[in-house]
């Protein structure tokens, strides 16, 4: 069984920039969600993808965003990078919105 | 609006001895309460979890507790091990997502 992975590890962007990070969801699992975890803080919930529609978002603006792939994988973009976007984000999937979440190691992205 | 707090940034606690790892909250509306645990450069791993019904969850050396009239959560776990160092995140979970602590770092001392 393979657990969620997430890539890429490390990312350096400058303010203004676009990014797109990647998340492979646990064998079995239809849910992914995302968070974002500032220096200091815990995990805060950017938005949920079920069955490859958006079920839930957190307190984010509209340049945050996402998608879910028919094969239960996700993307999280971000758009007009901001200094403050600078933090590990992490993504999780789950069996149904309920159910436990599993988490991937991160990605680490640094704007300067 | 920081809806689950941990007051503690740190705590150190001798090998063998109880560590005790508090949170507060103030959304009555979490259905149950969990325990994360997380390694640097490693995504957090569920420990334990609470519904929001009960008042105590046991699982080999980790116990949570709940007191709902004092919107309060602790982790105790006995007897601490090395291999416990790391930072600790309790969260609730309520409207299909999890809202998280700031975190604790547990250090036992050999």
């Known amino acids: 069984e393979t657990g969620v992975t997430q890539s890429p590890t490390h990312l350096i962007k400058t303010r203004g920039q676009q990014v797109t990070l990647r998340c492979s969801s646990q064998?079995?699992?239809?849910?992914v969600s995302w968070y974002q975890q500032a220096l200091g803080q815990g995990p805060q919930f950017i938005f949920q993808y079920y069955r490859e529609e958006e079920n839930g978002r957190g307190n984010f603006p509209p340049r945050f965003s996402g998608l879910q792939f028919p094969n239960y994988s996700s993307e999280l973009n971000v758009n007009a990078l901001e200094l403050d976007d600078s933090a590990l984000y992490l993504c999780?999937?789950?069996?149904?919105?309920?159910?436990?979440?599993?988490f991937g190691p991160g990605t680490r992205l640094t704007v300067l | 609006d920081q809806q689950v707090k941990q007051n503690s940034p740190s705590l150190s606690v001798q090998e063998g001895r109880i560590s005790i790892l508090n949170c507060d909250y103030t959304n009555s509306m979490f259905d149950y309460f969990l325990w994360y645990k997380k390694y640097p450069a490693e995504g957090p791993t569920f420990l334990i979890s609470i519904s929001s019904i009960k008042d105590k969850n046991e699982d080999g050396r980790f116990t949570v507790f709940l007191n709902k009239s004092a919107k309060h959560l602790s982790l105790h776990i006995v007897p601490s091990q090395p291999g416990d160092s790391a930072v600790y995140f309790c969260?609730?979970?309520?409207?299909?997502?999890?809202?998280f602590g700031t975190g604790t770092r547990l250090t036992i001392i050999p």
């Open positions: 064998s079995g699992h239809n849910t």
């Open positions: 999780a999937s789950s069996f149904g919105v309920i159910n436990e979440q599993f």
């Open positions: 969260a609730g979970f309520g409207n299909e997502k999890l809202t």
